[in-house]
C-alpha cells in the first residue's frame, strides 16, 4: 500500500510536468504547480513514513515498463522508505518555499516544467529495485536537474556551471553502469533481488566498491570529485538549490549504501580506510574552501560538501565494524551517518532558503554587498540564524546529535584489530573535530557577515522581508531543526529497521529511557539528553535575565557605537568576509591553497585607490581538472584530422578493420 | 608495584618523547640548548630508574655521564660556541613547524607499528620502551633534516644519541665498557664538529648550510 | 529523600561554581600584583565591580540589533550550565547524565559563537578583529580539546565526567605516558580558551594584542557584568576540569556520606586556588605571543592531543 501511493506520487509529479509545460507562461502558474508538489509530497512523506515506521514487510511490484524481458521492479524497503522521507521532507518545504518565491521567477517556463519532473526522477531512484530502472531513473533525475541548474541560461557562469555538472554527472553514470553490470554478472541478472541472491567474488566486489565510490561519490560530493558542486548548485533558483544540496546529494549517499551495503556482499576491511579517508579529506576541504568563498551560496555548496565527508566517515566507520564481525558498533555507527543525512537535508535547505529570501530582498549573492540585514528581515534572519547554530553542531540542535555520535563510534574504535584503522581512525577523528571547529568559524562569518553589522550597500538598506510562505518553510525546518535536536531518541528509533536490515544488529531502544536521554552504547558509557539541556539552558538564561532586570537595571540608552573612541560613519570600515577569513586562511590555506595577498599600489601621485587582491588557487582543479581537459583538447584536436581524409583513406581503414577483426576471428582458439 | 615501577618507566621514556617534539618547535637557538638539556636531564633520569628496577649498578654511571656530559657540558659547551660564533639569531627551517610535527605524529606512529609488530614475542612493557627509543631516534633525525643551522644539526644528532642510549638501556645488559667508549666517541665526536664549525665560520663567515652549499665546488 | 538530597547537591553545585568563580580571577589578579610587586586589588573586587556594573545603564550602539542584548544572557546560560555539570565536590551528580565531556565543550563552543556573533554586531572593526581572531584560535583548541577527549575516554572507559573522575580516583589508572600528553595539551589549550597570557592578554586596551576584549568592546552596564562573569565562570570550568581529571583526590564519590560532600567542597575551593596562584605565576613568567605564533602553539596541542589518542589506540598500557 505505501508503495502504490509512492507511484501514484510520481505519476502525479510526471502529470504535473506536463501541465506546466502547457501552463508555465501564465499567471499564477507557480503558484499552482508548487501548492500541488507540497500536496503531493506531504502524501508522499506520510505514505514513507508509514512503512518505515510501521511496515514489517517490504511492498514489491513489477511494472511492464523499460526492457520487455525484465520489467520495472520497484521496492520499498526499510532504506527506501528512510531516503524517501529525507526527499519528500525536501520536496514539501521546497514547494512551501517556492510558492512565495516562485513569483519572482525571471524565466517560468525553464523552471516549473522540470521541477516536478526532478522530484519525479528522485523519487524513483529510491523505489528502484533493479539496475535498469535504478539507472534510467539516476540519468533522468541528472537531467532534470541540469534543465534546471542551466534555468538562467543568459548568465554564462551558468552555462559554464551546467556544462561542468553534465560531464561529472555522465562519467558519474558511467562508473555506477560499470559497477551494477558487475555486479549483475554475465548473465544480466540485474533485479537486486537476483544481484542480492549471488555475491561477487573478492576481487570484482573491490571493483564495485571503488567505481560505488567514483559514481555516487561524485554526485555526493565527495573531493576531488566535487567540483561541478560549487558551480551547479548556486546557479540554480534558491529552492532547487536547496533540493540539489539537500535531497539530491542524499539520494547519491543512497546509490551508495545501496551498493555497497547490501549489494555487494560481505565487506572486506580495507574498503572501510578508503571511504574513511576520503571522508576525512572531503571533510576538511569542504569547509576550507567554505571558508575562502565571499558568495553565500557557493559557501554554502562547499559547505554541502564538508557534511557529506562527515556522512562517508560515519559510513566508513560502519564498513570497519561489520567487516570485522561487531554488529552493535557498526549499527552506532550507520546510525550516525543515516542521522547526519536527515539532519543535513533539513538545515542545508534552511540556509539556502535564507540564501534565497537575501536573494529576492536584496538582488545579491555576495556578501561583500550585505550586511545589517537582521534589521530589516528579522523573521528570515532568526531562522537562518538557527540554521547556522544547527549546521556548526551546537547543541541543543540536531547537528551535534549526530556529530556527537559519530564521536562515540569513533570512541569504539581501538577494538578493531588492524593496524591500519587503529592508525587512520584516531587521524581522522582529529580531522573531523577539526572540520566542525572550521565550520563553526565558516557560518559565524557567513551570518555575521551577511546579517549583522551595517548595511554595504544602499539595496540592502532597504531591504524588506519576504513573503509568508518563504517565513513559514523556514521557520518548519527551524522547528524541526530544535525538535531533532532535543528529542532524538524518536528518531534514533525510527532509523532502526533500515540499520537492523542493513548490519544486522540495531542500537538499543531509545524511546523507553527516562527523561528522554539518548544512550547509544550503555548507561554507564555515555548519554546525552537534548531536551534537559535545552530547557536548563532556557531556564538559567531566564533567571539571570529576569534577577537582573528586578534587581539590578533595565535601563538601555542608545549612543554612538564606542569603538575604542574612533566611531566611522563609513560602513566600508567593517570587517568583510575576506578580512573575517584571513587569519584562517594565513594558518590553513598558504599551503593548501597558495593563498596570496597582493597589493596593487598605484604609482605616486596618481588618483587610482590602491587594491588588494586576493590570489587562491584551486589546486585539485589544477592538478586534475584542468591537465584532464588540456589533454582531451589537445586528443580532440588530432583526432579532429580522421575529418577531413579522402575517400580512399575512408576506404583503407574500413578495410583495415575488417581484415583485423577477421584475423582475430581466424587465431582466438 | 611492579605495575607502577614500569609505568613510571614508560612515562619518562614518553616524557622524552614529548621533550623531542618540543625541540621541533622551538625557533630560537638559546631556547633549544635549554630544551636539549631537559632532553639530556630526562634521560638520565630515565636511565637511573632503569637502573633501579634492573638492579644494574653500571647504569647508574650511565645516568652520571648523561647528567654530566649531555644535560650540562655540552649545552654549556654550545651556548659558548653561540656566542663566539656570534649567531644570535633564530633557527631557519625548511620545513614549517606544523608540517614537522604532523612528519613526526607520522614518525612516531610508524615507529610503534614498526616495533610492536617486530618484537612480537617480546616481553611487553620492553617492546614499548623499545619504540619510544625508536621515536626519539627518528624525530632526531627529522631535526637533522629540517633544519639548516649547523648547530641545530649538532642538537639534533645528540637527541638521535640519547634514543640510542634509551634503547639500549631498555633491553637489559648493556655493559659499562660500552657505555663509556659510546660516551667518548661522541665527546671527540663533538669536539672535532666544535674545531670545524669554528673553521668553517672564519673561512665563510656564516653557518649557514644552504649558503655554504653554493661553495662546494664544481657541479657537473 | 534521596532525591531532594540529591538535587540540593546539585543545586549547591551551580551556586557554588557561580559565587567562586570572581573570587578565582581576584585571586589570580592578586597573585599577580604580589609577584610583581604590588599590592593589587582585594580578591573581593570583581565582586565590587560586578555590582557597579549591574547598576548602571547599558548604552547600545543605534544600530545593536535584538541578538546583541540578548547574546550576554545566552552565553552565560550555556557556560553556566557546563560549568554546574563538572565535579568539583562531588561525582555522580544529580543531572552529570545529561551532557558528557563532548557536549560540555560544544556547549562552551555555542557560547562562543554567540559572542564572536555580538563581536560582528556593531558593525566595527574592533569586534571584526576580535571575532576572527577568536574563530582561529578556536578553530584549533577545540579539535585539540576534542584529541584530550578522545583520549581521556578511551583511557576511562567512559565520556561521562563523574565516571572519568571516579575511574581517576581508583588505584587501576597507573601513570600512563597518554595521560601525560593528554594534562601538557590541556593545559595549553586551557590557557588558549580562557584568553590568557601567552596567548591573549585580559588586561590590555591595546587593539592589536585584543582577542576576547575585542569582541566584547561594545558591551557596558549589565551585559558587561554577565560577560565577565561568564569569563570568570569559563577559568573556573577549567581549572575544575583539570582538577577533576588529574588531581580528583579528595571529591566525594557516590555512595560517601553527605559530610563528605562538604569537606570535597573544602578541598575543591583549595585546588581552585592552587590552580589559580599556578596561572599567575606561569602569566607573569611568559611574555603573550604574536597572533599567528598561536596556531603554532595550539597545533602543537593538537599533535600532542592526536599521539596521545594514537598511542592509546595502539596500545592498551600507553
Request: neutral net charge; proline residues 4%; aromatic residues 8%.
Amino acid at each position: 500500500m505505501p508503495l502504490l501511493i509512492a507511484l501514484a506520487c510520481v505519476a502525479a509529479f510526471l502529470t504535473l510536468a506536463c501541465v506546466g509545460v502547457a501552463i508555465a507562461h501564465r499567471r499564477g502558474a507557480g503558484v499552482v504547480i508548487y501548492g500541488l508538489t507540497l500536496l503531493i509530497s506531504l502524501v508522499g512523506l506520510g505514505a514513507a513514513l508509514v512503512q518505515l515506521v510501521g511496515g514489517t514487510t517490504a511492498p514489491a511490484v513489477t511494472l511492464p515498463l523499460g526492457l520487455p524481458w525484465l520489467g520495472a521492479h520497484l521496492r520499498m524497503d526499510a532504506l527506501s522508505a528512510f531516503f524517501l522521507v529525507v526527499v519528500d521532507l525536501g520536496a514539501a518545504a521546497a514547494s512551501l518555499f517556492a510558492i512565495g518565491y516562485g513569483t519572482h521567477e525571471t524565466a517560468p517556463e525553464r523552471v516549473l516544467p522540470f521541477y516536478p519532473a526532478f522530484l519525479a526522477a528522485m523519487t524513483l531512484v529510491v523505489l528502484a529495485d533493479d539496475a535498469f530502472t535504478f539507472l534510467v531513473s539516476w540519468e533522468f533525475m541528472s537531467l532534470s536537474s541540469w534543465a534546471l541548474v542551466v534555468a538562467h541560461h543568459r548568465i554564462r557562469d551558468n552555462v559554464h556551471a551546467g556544462f561542468v555538472y553534465l560531464v561529472m554527472a555522465s562519467f558519474g553514470t558511467l562508473a555506477l553502469l560499470l559497477a551494477l553490470g558487475m555486479l549483475a554478472g554475465a548473465d544480466g541478472n540485474y533485479a537486486f533481488a537476483a544481484i542480492r541472491a549471488a555475491p561477487p567474488a573478492a576481487g570484482t566486489a573491490a571493483a564495485v566498491l571503488i567505481l560505488a565510490l567514483i559514481g555516487a561519490g561524485s554526485k555526493a560530493g565527495l573531493v576531488p570529485l566535487h567540483v561541478w558542486l560549487p558551480l551547479a548548485h548556486p546557479a540554480a533558483p534558491s529552492h532547487v538549490s536547496a533540493l540539489l544540496s539537500g535531497v539530491m546529494t542524499k539520494v547519491a549517499v543512497y546509490g551508495f549504501v545501496r551498493i555497497v551495503f547490501d549489494l555487494a556482499g560481505p565487506p572486506d576491511w580495507w574498503w572501510s580506510m578508503v571511504v574513511l579517508a576520503l571522508g576525512g579529506i572531503t571533510a576538511v576541504m569542504g569547509v576550507l574552501y567554505a571558508l575562502m568563498q565571499h558568495d553565500l551560496k557557493r559557501l554554502l555548496a562547499y559547505h554541502t560538501v564538508e557534511n557529506i565527508g562527515i556522512i562517508f566517515i560515519g559510513l566508513g566507520l560502519a564498513l570497519a565494524f561489520a567487516a570485522h564481525a561487531m554488529p552493535a558498533a557498526a549499527a552506532l555507527a550507520l546510525t550516525a551517518g543515516l542521522f547526519h543525512v536527515f539532519n543535513h537535508s533539513l538545515f542545508k535547505s534552511l540556509l539556502f532558503f535564507g540564501s534565497g529570501a537575501v536573494l529576492t530582498a536584496t538582488g545579491e549573492r555576495d556578501m561583500e554587498h550585505l550586511g545589517g540585514l537582521i534589521h530589516g528581515m528579522p523573521v528570515t534572519a532568526f531562522a537562518f540564524l538557527i540554521g547556522c547554530v544547527a549546521i556548526s553542531a551546537l547543541p541543543p540542535f540536531n547537528g551535534f546529535v549526530s556529530e556527537w555520535l559519530t564521536f562515540q563510534a569513533v570512541l569504539l574504535s581501538p577494538q578493531l584489530p588492524s593496524w591500519g584503522l587503529k592508525l587512520l581512525v584516531p587521524a581522522v577523528g582529529a580531522l573531523l573535530a577539526l572540520s566542525a571547529a572550521l565550520a563553526a568559524a565558516c557560518f559565524v562569518k557567513a551570518y555575521g557577515v551577511s546579517f549583522l553589522g551595517r548595511p554595504r550597500m544602499l539595496t540592502t538598506r532597504y531591504a524588506r522581508e519576504t513573503d509568508r510562505w518563504s517565513l513559514a518553510a523556514m521557520l518548519i525546518l527551524a522547528a524541526l531543526c530544535l525538535i531533532a535536536g532535543i528529542l532524538p531518541g524518536y528518531f534514533i528509533d525510527a532509523l532502526s529497521p533500515v540499520v537492523t536490515r542493513l548490519v544486522g544488529e540495531r542500537m538499543p531502544m531509545q524511546s523507553g529511557i527516562a527523561w528522554l536521554s539518548i544512550v547509544p552504547i550503555a548507561e554507564s558509557r555515555s548519554s546525552y539528553n537534548g531536551l534537559l539541556v535545552f530547557l536548563f539552558i532556557s531556564i538559567s538564561g531566564s533567571l539571570a535575565a529576569f534577577a537582573i532586570h528586578r534587581l539590578a537595571s533595565d535601563v538601555i540608552r542608545r549612543g554612538a557605537a564606542w569603538d575604542c573612541g574612533y566611531p566611522d560613519a563609513s560602513p566600508a570600515t567593517q570587517y568583510t568576509a575576506g578580512s573575517f577569513a584571513q587569519p584562517i586562511r594565513r594558518v590553513f590555506g598558504t599551503r593548501i591553497f597558495g593563498a596570496r595577498e597582493e597589493v596593487e599600489m598605484p604609482p605616486p601621485g596618481a588618483l587610482a585607490p590602491a587594491r588588494l587582491h586576493l590570489i587562491l588557487r584551486d589546486r585539485i582543479w589544477d592538478t586534475i581538472y584542468a591537465p584532464l581537459a588540456a589533454g582531451l583538447g589537445f586528443a580532440a584536436d588530432h583526432l579532429n584530422r580522421l575529418q577531413f581524409l579522402t575517400i580512399r583513406q575512408y576506404l583503407t581503414l574500413v578495410f583495415t578493420a575488417l581484415v583485423s577483426l577477421l584475423m582475430v576471428l581466424a587465431i582466438w582458439p | 608495584m611492579r605495575g607502577l615501577a614500569f609505568d613510571i618507566a614508560h612515562l619518562l621514556a614518553g616524557g622524552l618523547v614529548l621533550v623531542s617534539f618540543l625541540q621541533l618547535y622551538q625557533d630560537r637557538l638559546y631556547a633549544l640548548l635549554n630544551v636539549f638539556a631537559v632532553h639530556a636531564l630526562l634521560l638520565a633520569l630515565s636511565v637511573a630508574w632503569q637502573a633501579h628496577i634492573q638492579d644494574a649498578w653500571h647504569l647508574y654511571i650511565t645516568a652520571a655521564i648523561a647528567l654530566g656530559f649531555k644535560a650540562i657540558a655540552i649545552p654549556l659547551a654550545l651556548h659558548r660556541i653561540i656566542v663566539r660564533l656570534g649567531i644570535h639569531r633564530e633557527i631557519e627551517k625548511v620545513v614549517g613547524v606544523g608540517p614537522a610535527m604532523l612528519l613526526g605524529i607520522g614518525l612516531v606512529a610508524l615507529s610503534m607499528v614498526v616495533m610492536l609488530r617486530v618484537t612480537a614475542e617480546a616481553d611487553p612493557i620492553a617492546r614499548e620502551d623499545l619504540a619510544f627509543a625508536l621515536s626519539v631516534v627518528l624525530l632526531g633525525l627529522l631535526m637533522m633534516v629540517t633544519r639548516r643551522n649547523a648547530v641545530s644539526q649538532v642538537v639534533g644528532f645528540m637527541s638521535l644519541e640519547n634514543g640510542l642510549v634509551l634503547a639500549a638501556t631498555g633491553a637489559k645488559g648493556m655493559p659499562l665498557v660500552v657505555e663509556i667508549s659510546i660516551a667518548f666517541s661522541i665527546l671527540i665526536a663533538f669536539i672535532v664538529i666544535g674545531i670545524f664549525l669554528f673553521r668553517i665560520r672564519e673561512r665563510f663567515d656564516s653557518v649557514d648550510m644552504q649558503a655554504l652549499d653554493r661553495y662546494r665546488g664544481e657541479r657537473q | 529523600m534521596a532525591v531532594i538530597f540529591d538535587l540540593a547537591v546539585q543545586g549547591a553545585q551551580m551556586l557554588l561554581v557561580l559565587l567562586v568563580a570572581p573570587a578565582l580571577t581576584g585571586l589570580v589578579r592578586k597573585v599577580k600584583a604580589h609577584v610583581l610587586r604590588r599590592q593589587g586589588p582585594p580578591i573581593i573586587q570583581p565582586y565590587l565591580d560586578l555590582a557597579r556594573l549591574m547598576r548602571k545603564d547599558a548604552v547600545l550602539a543605534e544600530n545593536a540589533s535584538w541578538l546583541f542584548r540578548v547574546i550576554p544572557y545566552i552565553t552565560f546560560a550555556a557556560t553556566w550550565v557546563a560549568a554546574a555539570l563538572v565535579p568539583t565536590f562531588a561525582t555522580g551528580l544529580m543531572f552529570s547524565w545529561t551532557a558528557d565531556l563532548i557536549a560540555i565543550i560544544a556547549l562552551l563552543g555555542s557560547a562562543r559563537f554567540f559572542l564572536a556573533l555580538a563581536g560582528l554586531d556593531v558593525g566595527t572593526s574592533f569586534g571584526g578583529i576580535g571575532s576572527s581572531r577568536e574563530v582561529m584560535i578556536a578553530s584549533l583548541a577545540e579539535p585539540a580539546m576534542l584529541m584530550i577527549v578522545f583520549t581521556l575516554a578511551l583511557i576511562a572507559g567512559s565520556t561521562q565526567l563523574s565516571t572519568m573522575a571516579e575511574y581517576m580516583l581508583s588505584p587501576g589508572v597507573g601513570l600512563r605516558v597518554s595521560l601525560a600528553l593528554a594534562l601538557v595539551a590541556l593545559v595549553m589549550v586551557a590557557i588558549a580558551e580562557n584568553a590568557r597570557i601567552p596567548v591573549d592578554n585580559p588586561a590590555t586596551h591595546l587593539e592589536l594584542t585584543m582577542v576576547h576584549e575585542a569582541m566584547v568592546l561594545e558591551y557596558s552596564g549589565r551585559h558587561l557584568a554577565l560577560i565577565d562573569l561568564t569569563a570568570s565562570l569559563k577559568l573556573t570550568l577549567y581549572v575544575s576540569l583539570i582538577a577533576c581529571l588529574f588531581a580528583p583526590w579528595g571529591m566525594a564519590t557516590t555512595g560517601a556520606p553527605p559530610r563528605a560532600r562538604a569537606g570535597g567542597a573544602v578541598r575543591d575551593n583549595a585546588k581552585l586556588a592552587v590552580g589559580g596562584g599556578l596561572l599567575a605565576l606561569f602569566e607573569t613568567a611568559v611574555a603573550k605571543m604574536r597572533v599567528f605564533r598561536v596556531p603554532e602553539f595550539l597545533g602543537a596541542a593538537l599533535m600532542l592531543g592526536l599521539l596521545a589518542a594514537l598511542l592509546r589506540f595502539v596500545s592498551q598500557s600507553l
